[in-house]
Every structure is written in structure tokens, then in C-alpha cells.
């Protein structure tokens, strides 16, 4: 008897639950959903870049570019600039002196639209591009997913060197998600 009785209690508030009467709401709750991009990433092509010989005192700009593409998580991706040394010359921003070199990076379109200044040397210290730090016609920085950058380089060898056999300076390009 025990049994039926439960049964019957289930069953009438099952029923209730069932036939429970449905009321308007005046507030609602909805789900939004984000992904934040996390990762920054690049493709680079076109390189490398050989200057070839050069007397001391001389400078010369690329014939061809490197191409920088952004490949991130769809976001925009600000671009940082650095180089190393090699052994025996110190890159500087301002005019290079003995054993003191500039090498200089600018985003355009072609070399032929860049203005080269001290905004455009390279360092040791990575650098994140700007409007003005490393800018031609174009800039590295908010650069959109899936668009593409070139890069042109300008070397000022030293006007002396105790160190004269061939150079190959490591420059390091980086992005970061804005």
C-alpha cells in the first residue's frame, strides 16, 4: 500500500509541475560570449637582405623588401623592431663614426616614398613601431589581420673600421596584439 501511495504523490506532482501555469517575466537573462586574441603572429618573407660591398663611409638602401604578413587570431598586431651587433661595430642612431654603423628600417610601399631619420634607426632595444618610429607611408603598428607591411633597410657603414671583414647584423622582428 506503501508503494501506491508514492506513486500517487509522484504522479500528482508531476502533474503539477506539468501543468504549471506559465508567467510573463518583465527581465530576461542572456549569454554573451568573447574570445579575447591571444596570439600574435607573423609571416615573414622576402629576405635576406645583402647589401653586398661597401666602402667605409657610404650608405645604401635595399632593392627589395621584406615582407611582413599579419597571420594572427584576426586581430591587429603592432610590430617591434631590434637588431644585434656584429663583432667589432655598434650600431648607432645618430651619424656613424669608427666602428659605429646605422642600419635603418621603414614600412612603405616602396624605399623611394621613405624620409630616412633617427626615427627610422635600429637598436638593440626592441622598439614597437609608431607613426613617426619606423614609419615611410605606411606604419607597423595597429596593422590588420591578414594585411601585409614591407619593410626597406638603409645601412651607413662606419667611416672607419678595425674590423673590416663581412658584417651580418641579426635584426629581430616582433608582434604584439593590440
Known amino acids: 500500500m506503501k508503494k501506491y501511495l508514492w506513486m500517487a504523490i509522484g504522479a500528482i506532482a508531476l502533474l503539477t509541475v506539468v501543468s504549471a501555469p506559465a508567467f510573463a517575466a ?9 574570445s579575447i586574441a591571444t596570439s600574435a603572429d607573423i609571416m615573414v618573407t622576402g629576405g635576406p637582405i645583402d647589401f653586398g ?12 623588401a621584406i615582407v611582413v604578413k599579419n597571420t594572427g587570431s584576426g586581430s591587429t598586431e603592432t610590430y617591434s623592431l631590434s637588431l644585434s651587433d656584429p663583432s667589432g661595430w655598434t650600431s648607432v642612431t645618430t651619424a656613424p663614426d669608427f666602428d ?15 624620409t630616412w631619420g633617427t626615427a627610422n634607426a635600429l637598436t638593440t632595444v626592441s622598439t614597437p613601431a609608431s607613426t613617426t618610429q619606423f614609419a615611410g607611408d605606411k ?11 614591407s619593410i626597406w ?6 667611416t672607419g673600421t678595425s674590423s673590416p671583414s663581412q658584417k651580418t647584423i641579426a635584426v629581430t622582428l616582433s608582434a604584439t596584439v593590440d
Not at 100 to 114: E, I, N, P
Open 26 to 34: 518583465n527581465s530576461a537573462s542572456f549569454n554573451v560570449t568573447i
Open 53 to 64: 660591398i661597401k666602402g667605409a663611409n657610404s650608405s645604401a638602401v635595399s632593392s627589395n
Open 100 to 114: 659605429k654603423y646605422r642600419l635603418s628600417a621603414a614600412f612603405a610601399t616602396t624605399a623611394d616614398v621613405v
Open 139 to 149: 606604419t607597423g603598428s595597429a596593422v590588420p589581420y591578414n594585411e601585409e607591411r
Open 153 to 158: 633597410l638603409k645601412i651607413e657603414t662606419p
